[in-house]
């Protein structure tokens, strides 16, 4: 059998040209059917063996959560912490009771997944602003029935947050154990809501919290047994729901730790043991060494509570609040 060389040099010369270029076409079209072939095969390959040539571990943004509050802060970020973007714009020298948003901080609100804010008067610039309903969690409207009015209150001034009063609705409702307790749920509830897959854990970590909680309301029980009837001062109007919860007896005052107090504000002092023969006081902090000696010569001993305003996301605000109470009863055991 001739080779195909063989038969074309048999050929007319046009006859030969013509069978090459058949061949050609031949080829070029089953070039372009594998070439096509290949395209669709690539074009339905699945989209995680491609993501996973590509190397592609892109991650879902994290839900922004502001809080303006330092326990709803602290209680977010042990919730919830590793899987948010938690910010909470209050300086650290600052009290939030007293501190308002900037414009970009009011603009960062407004397009946040959540906003956590305690409600009862504790942020006043919410009425001049517009934030969405749908993204905010007010965490002690629940109970606001239970919301302390205050009444006959001083404007006075302290700490880089100028003049101001506590007139209105106080709004430490942290202080009690079991109003924060209603506000942790609804923190709760809200960051489930972000994170549906994070759910059971979310609400296992509550339960800690909760139990951390029936500990500090245990302890201010214990105390406030030790304490009996006995009436108390206060030198700032920041433990209402707290006497209240546990049945104390408390005169307020408007004395700040690092101020030195006059002569006049020692005999209005003198005027108000008249009527509240207290011989404790609590302080938010530890007063000056002359205020200390001063409450020392009138037979006042001194308990400092902390209202916990502020702090540091890292630490536990329960803690804390437990710290608050076994100082309290180490002092009555005096």
């Known amino acids: 059998m001739l080779s195909i060389s063989h038969r074309l040099m048999s050929l007319s010369f046009k006859k030969r040209i013509a069978m090459l270029e058949c061949r050609k076409v031949y080829t070029n079209w089953k070039f372009l059917v594998l070439s096509t072939i290949l395209f669709i095969a690539a074009g339905c390959e699945p989209a995680g063996e491609e993501q996973a040539k590509t190397g592609d571990d892109s991650e879902q943004p994290r839900p922004v959560v502001i809080a303006v509050n330092y326990p709803l802060a602290n209680v977010a970020h042990q919730l919830a912490g590793e899987w948010i973007d938690l910010q909470y714009p209050v300086p650290g020298n600052v009290d939030p009771a007293y501190w308002s948003p900037d414009d970009a901080q009011i603009t960062a609100m407004q397009q946040a997944d959540l906003v956590l804010l305690n409600g009862a008067n504790h942020e006043p610039w919410q009425e001049r602003v517009t934030l969405s309903p749908l993204n905010l969690a007010i965490t002690s409207r629940g109970f606001h029935d239970q919301w302390i009015q205050v009444e006959d209150a001083i404007t006075h001034q302290h700490g880089p947050e100028g003049s101001h009063s506590h007139s209105g609705i106080a709004s430490t409702t942290w202080l009690d154990p079991i109003l924060l307790r209603e506000q942790i749920h609804v923190v709760t509830q809200t960051l489930i809501k972000l994170l549906p897959g994070q759910r059971e854990e979310i609400l296992k970590r509550e339960k800690e919290l909760d139990a951390e909680l029936d500990q500090l309301d245990q302890q201010w029980k214990d105390a406030s047994k030790k304490l009996g009837d006995h009436p108390l001062i206060a030198s700032h109007p920041v433990y ?95």
Do not use: C
């Not at 536990?316 to 608050?324: A, F, G, I, P, T």
């Open 240 to 334: 209402q729901y707290l006497a209240k919860r546990y049945g104390w007896k408390v005169a307020s005052l408007h004395w700040e730790p690092e101020q030195k107090l006059s002569k006049k504000e020692w005999e209005q002092f003198d005027k108000l043991r008249e009527k509240n023969k207290a011989t404790f006081m609590i302080w938010e902090d530890e007063p000056l060494a002359e205020t200390k000696a001063e409450l020392d010569k009138r037979g006042i001993k001194i308990v400092v509570i902390k209202p916990l305003g502020n702090g540091q996301l890292e630490e536990n605000v329960l803690d804390e609040m437990k710290s608050n109470a076994k100082r309290f009863e180490a002092a009555l055991s005096k």
